[in-house]
């Protein structure tokens, strides 16, 4: 990490650079008032191994259709793989939502707690899934990591990890708790359309003076 990096200063500037870009895909659903924690956790696993592009479409025709637990489980697997068509494992999905559905109802009477612990006890919920939705959804301090926040900051030599499991403990100990929620927000857009992955646009990067580069070889 260069001496003079800053991440407040890091990602005001990113803020600014990715005004342009469409919102990552959890931020952009709650802006339409999908903002409960179940519709943010359920969209969330759609999101999972899909693009953006896909998973508000999909979100927004199942949300037609069920937006609570009660409502998730008046449908069979046939219709909720149907509704789910279009995202990576529409079938697997079916079940991982409706197992959600039938916990949060029996076990929760209806109301998802709002604790990590909780949300990654139900099969298919992992670290990243439910800190996205406990943020987006309440607001609570969590860090989410995906590819894209994975990549950036281990591009910017911030950290120094091999899986964004790794990258989340780190940032955890790192980051300040106030810009927890933002992380995901700012990097997810700012690494699909930026920072990404092959031929990077670091000609034009905003943060490129505070940027090692880690692992560019050709960029743009």
């Known amino acids: 990490m260069k001496p003079d990096f800053d991440l407040g200063v890091v990602l005001a500037h990113i803020e600014e650079a990715i005004r342009p870009y469409p919102k990552a895909a959890m931020f952009d659903l709650a802006e339409r008032g999908y903002n409960s924690l179940f519709e943010q956790l359920i969209s969330c696993i759609v999101s999972i ?23 998730l489980l008046a449908l069979d697997i046939p219709t909720l793989t149907q509704l789910l068509y279009g995202t990576t494992y529409p079938d697997q999905k079916a079940y991982t939502l409706r197992g959600i559905a039938e916990r949060t109802m029996n076990e929760f009477g209806g109301q998802l707690p709002a604790d990590f612990e909780t949300l990654t006890s139900l099969k298919g919920v992992g670290p990243k899934c ?68 092959t031929l990077p646009h670091c000609s034009t990067c ?15």
């Open 49 to 71: 191994r899909t693009l953006d592009e896909t998973t508000i479409p999909v979100s927004l025709r199942l949300f037609e259709a069920a937006r609570t637990p009660e409502q």
């Open 130 to 197: 439910a800190n996205l939705a406990l943020g987006v959804a309440t607001g609570q301090a969590a860090i989410s990591v995906d590819i894209h926040v994975h990549r950036v900051v281990n591009r910017w030599g911030y950290v120094q990890t091999k899986q964004p499991e790794q990258t989340l403990k780190v940032l955890e100990a790192q980051v300040p708790r106030k810009q927890w929620v933002s992380i995901n927000r700012l990097l997810m857009p700012f690494g699909k359309h930026i920072c990404t992955g």
């Open 206 to 220: 905003p943060v490129r003076q505070w940027c090692e580069q880690v692992g560019v070889t050709r960029h743009r």
